[in-house]
């Protein structure tokens, strides 16, 4: 009976050692993975190629870029997103182009009733955040700038030449 109890003691003792080494094999990893999110140049998962890439590695802009691109207006139209220069345009672009992209938002012609029930949609189902008084802005800004378009069948074919074939 004794036999046994000390097989059991010396049972306990390897396994008891056992899980101090997993344990600190499983702290060592975990610093291993902190050290490698604290210094993403070291990671293995870095894909980042310098010599695959045109992008610029000093931190100075090319010299043919113009500071002010990211926010470039031409003929009235917002360069990067597409978005008529009117105003509510910021908000909107502040607010709607963090989840998804301009063109959905261009795409999607509705009056301020749908407007203001598809943010509802967004803030309850995919976890949009309460716009507050943009929202009002953002509305007014889609309904002025992006109403419905009632399309319809395409008009009748007027004053046509008729002429036949050989």
Same mark, same amino acid.
């Given at each position: 009976?004794?036999?046994?109890?000390?097989?059991?003691?010396?049972?306990?003792?390897?396994?008891?050692?056992?899980?101090?080494?997993?344990?600190? +094999?499983?702290?060592?990893?975990?610093?291993?993975?902190?050290?490698?999110?604290?210094?993403?140049?070291?990671?293995?998962?870095?894909?980042?190629?310098?010599?695959?890439?045109?992008?610029?590695?000093?931190?100075?802009?090319?010299?043919? +870029?113009?500071?002010?691109?990211?926010?470039?207006?031409?003929?009235?139209?917002?360069?990067?997103?597409g978005f008529v220069d009117?105003?509510?345009?910021?908000?909107?672009?502040?607010?709607?182009?963090?989840?998804?992209?301009?063109?959905?938002?261009?795409?999607?012609?509705?009056?301020?009733?749908?407007w203001i029930e598809t943010?509802?949609?967004?803030?309850?189902?995919?976890?949009?955040?309460?716009?507050?008084?943009?929202?009002?802005?953002?509305?007014?800004?889609?309904?002025?700038?992006?109403?419905?378009?009632?399309?319809?069948?395409?008009?009748?074919? +007027?004053?046509?030449?008729?002429?036949?074939?050989?």
């Open positions: 009976m004794e036999n046994n109890q000390d097989k059991n003691r010396e049972n306990l003792r390897m396994v008891r050692r056992l899980v101090v080494v997993i344990g600190s +094999a499983f702290a060592l990893i975990a610093l291993v993975g902190i050290y490698l999110m604290a210094d993403p140049e070291l990671s293995l998962f870095n894909s980042y190629d310098s010599e695959l890439t045109d992008v610029p590695q000093d931190s100075e802009a090319p010299e043919n +870029a113009e500071e002010d691109d990211w926010d470039k207006i031409e003929n009235g139209v917002h360069v990067r997103t009117a105003p509510g345009m910021m908000e909107t672009l502040q607010n709607c182009t963090n989840c998804h992209s301009a063109k959905l938002v261009i795409a999607n012609r509705m009056n301020e009733e749908r943010i509802r949609w967004m803030q309850e189902t995919q976890n949009l955040w309460d716009l507050g008084k943009n929202e009002e802005i953002i509305v007014d800004y889609l309904v002025t700038n992006y109403p419905p378009i009632d399309k319809g069948r395409r008009e009748n074919l +007027a004053d046509i030449q008729w002429y036949e074939l050989k």
